[in-house]
């Protein structure tokens, strides 16, 4: 059966900032009416009474794994995580083994997503090659071979040079960066925030310096070339400062925040262990607020949980060995819901912008990000009020190591429908 | 008419009107060229230095025939044969030059401003062959004297320079040259690769280099050096290609062919497609026999001030 109807849902218009109470109907993947009391027979029904209706949720920041390390995660296991969590696209990190760096791995990468076909995968191609921060790659060939953005994520780019050069080059082929920032050589061997967890801890730090400092220099050539620049996984109060002083000199620049340090401090690390060792680190309360304040603001545009799974024998043991990354995709919602939605932060229609409609904008996806007749029929549907407990082992995802574990949430997704297909839904 | 300029130091420093005198006379020795055995009189007697500090064949033995055929003694003074090498300051071997009582001075250097320098205490013609990322007249000259006998008309004329615009002192003098006869230029290629500033050329960048050409007449692409890859400028020849080069003959809607032009020597297949470069629209080999013409023009006016010959 190709067609779909949506029955009964309030629809989160997020392109004309309008909730409406009406029906939507799919065929063979695009959304063809929306209006109230649509009737067709030959459609499979979704009875959407009482929960909400919205644009396909796109999550900019994952990592699949795949190609290299699938013991932690791969395209599929990966891509049911997704549709599981209520995404219907993500946006995946070219920090695998080898990294995807050349136009004939990306094309690879893509035709295996094609063929896993649960989510709408998209890459990101590495910004040097190798991820070694020192020769820029084929930007071109990469983006006509499908690359949306570029990104040396998990990795920080410390040649200033090749980072101006990138920025003015990549203007030709008007494809977005993505910044991990870290200044490696203040960041060292550090394990969490600085302050007084890691000095009762015992644990090395991760200054805010690390990160603040080189968002400062990029945010200085960002401007100085007119790039598109995108600062992943903000996490401190003097960033969203920066960034919004050079947004008001018209620096085409912003950034995204993951649920885990919107809420999460530092403190979690004495609580979680090592399943709070996330980089950048969670960082103090003071920095979660101005973050929040950051969304209210525009600073941050995009919401993207930076899904990072890792097997359990990475995370196990010595804490200064565990691998840095929190396992979130399934529960990324629920968890944005507690951290914004239920503080009042922002509204379902902001919601919607923040993790549908702007990251589609910011990839070039005309076709996704708005409910609207002519779209493609990428649709999640969210219950936003009853409450379920987060069971970590219940993931599908192969990364287990989650700190919120036993946490009441609610806002979860009751049905992914991805290019008109429903891909999971609850009875 | 009385020509006024002791040396040819720069396109810069010429009137449309001078730059037509020097095209009318490289017009008649382009004609004259195809002519043998040739041999002129006009400037025998007379000593011209080929000084070349940086390493050029077409430029150096287009000077050196120019000079021959106009009947000059002509003396070649390459960077491995000079001082320099023994510890000579540059100021001291110019000087040592000065002493030599010769005609004329062809320079190449790496520096932006050596001509001028030079020129400021030297007592005989100089010709500026190239300097660093300024000017290269003869060059822009000759590129003038190839698209005016190709029967284009400079008031109608769009010509769209393609590449490394940041470093190329043929696209500075080209485009100077062109807006003094009344064309348009359009620049393009990688951003990386088009300086900020470049207003001041009065040219207009335009993005993509497909847009560039569809626009112009004439498409005129620059040499790209090896170490720009090296230097982080862009990531590899097979993406330059993709993007920024040549591969097919550029058309008009109208169904006219595009000039194809390049200052030479030619990466094939980086630049321009190697099956271009031959072409019957190309106009690169005969960019290289203007080049001769003009220079003797350019040396027949410079030494005998622009009397009739």
């Not at chain 1, 090395?204 to 007119?226: C, F, N």
């Not at chain 2, 025939?65 to 110019?94: P, Q």
């Not at chain 2, 500026?128 to 284009?152: K, S, V, Y």
């Amino acid at each position: 059966m190709n067609k779909v109807l949506i029955k009964n849902g309030t629809l989160i218009l997020p392109q004309s900032n309008r909730t409406i109470e009406a029906d939507v109907l799919i065929d063979d993947g695009v959304i063809v009416q929306i209006e109230p009391g649509i009737n067709d027979g030959k459609a499979e029904r979704i009875n959407a009474s009482g929960y909400l209706v919205g644009p396909g949720l796109i999550n900019l920041h994952v990592h699949f794994r795949e190609p290299g390390e699938e013991k932690k995660e791969d395209l599929f296991s990966g891509s049911r995580a997704a549709v599981k969590g209520g995404f219907t696209s993500v946006l995946c990190m070219p920090n695998t083994r080898p990294p995807i760096d050349s136009p004939l791995l990306i094309s690879c990468f893509l035709s295996r997503a094609r063929e896993v076909g649960l989510v709408n995968v998209f890459s990101a191609a590495a910004i040097s090659l190798g991820l070694e921060g020192k020769a820029m790659t084929d930007v071109g060939l990469l983006k006509n071979a499908g690359a949306k953005a570029l990104s040396d994520d998990g990795k920080c780019v410390k040649d200033s040079r090749l980072l101006y050069r990138l920025m003015t080059y990549s203007r030709y082929f008007h494809i977005p960066i993505i910044l991990h920032e870290e200044d490696i050589d203040i960041a060292g061997e550090g394990q969490v925030n600085e302050g007084s967890v890691a000095v009762k801890l015992g644990y090395r730090s991760l200054p805010k310096a690390a990160e603040d400092s080189m968002i400062a220099r990029d945010l200085v050539l960002a401007q100085s070339t007119g790039a598109t620049v995108h600062f992943t996984h903000l996490s401190t109060a003097l960033s969203v400062k920066l960034i919004e002083w050079f947004q008001n000199q018209g620096a085409k620049v912003a950034a995204d925040v993951t649920p885990h340090h919107l809420l999460l401090d530092d403190q979690s690390i004495i609580q979680y262990g090592s399943r709070a060792k996330v980089k950048p680190p969670l960082r103090d309360q003071t920095d979660i607020v101005a973050l929040k304040e950051g969304i209210q603001r525009g600073v941050i545009r995009i919401l993207a949980s930076d899904h990072a799974p890792h097997a359990n024998e990475d995370k196990e043991g010595d804490f200064n060995e565990a691998a840095f990354g929190i396992s979130n995709l399934e529960i990324a919602v629920p968890l944005y819901v507690k951290a914004l939605i239920e503080d009042e932060i922002i509204n379902w229609l902001d919601f919607w912008k923040l993790l549908s409609f702007n990251p589609a904008q910011f990839l070039g996806l005309t076709k996704k990000g708005s409910l609207e007749t002519g779209m493609d029929a990428d649709i999640t549907i969210l219950d936003p009020d009853t409450h379920h407990e987060v069971k970590v082992n219940e993931f599908v995802s192969k990364g287990k190591n989650c700190p919120f574990d036993g946490w009441q949430l609610k806002g979860w997704p009751v049905a992914t429908i991805v290019n008109g297909k429903i891909m999971m839904r609850h009875s | 008419m009385k020509w006024k300029h002791k040396h040819l130091l720069g396109i810069d420093q010429l009137s449309g009107e001078e730059i037509r005198i020097l095209l009318e006379k490289g017009n008649q020795y382009r004609e004259w060229l195809e002519q043998s055995p040739k041999q002129l009189t006009r400037l025998s007697g007379y000593y011209l230095i080929n000084l070349f500090f940086e390493a050029s064949t077409r430029t150096r033995v287009s000077f050196e025939m120019a000079g021959k055929l106009l009947g000059m003694e002509v003396v070649n003074f390459t960077n491995e044969l000079s001082s320099l090498n023994k510890g000579e300051s540059f100021r001291d071997t110019v000087r040592t030059l000065a002493r030599m009582k010769v005609d004329a001075l062809v320079i190449r250097h790496r520096s932006s401003g050596i001509p001028i320098y030079i020129s400021q205490f030297l007592p005989f013609h100089i010709i500026n062959a190239g300097d660093g990322m300024r000017e290269h007249p003869t060059q822009a000259l000759l590129d003038l004297l190839t698209m005016e006998r190709d029967g284009i008309d400079f008031t109608r004329n769009t010509v769209a320079i393609i590449g490394d615009i940041l470093h190329s002192r043929v696209a500075r003098s080209l485009s100077i040259g062109l807006k003094k006869l009344g064309s348009q230029v359009i620049f393009s290629g990688p951003p990386t690769l088009i300086p900020k500033g470049i207003e001041v050329l009065e040219g207009q960048v335009v993005y993509p280099v497909e847009e560039a050409i569809r626009q112009a007449d004439v498409v005129y692409l620059l040499r790209i050096q090896k170490e720009r890859q090296e230097a982080g400028f862009f990531p590899s020849a097979k993406e330059y290609a993709s993007f920024f080069g040549l591969k097919e003959k550029p058309k008009d809607p109208d169904g006219r062919w595009k000039k194809i032009m390049h200052p030479g020597p030619v990466n094939r297949g980086l630049e321009i497609d190697s099956s271009l470069v031959e072409e019957e629209n190309s106009l690169i080999e005969e960019q290289v026999s203007c080049g001769l013409a003009i220079r003797m023009a350019v040396l027949e006016t410079l030494i005998l001030g622009g009397a009739n010959g």
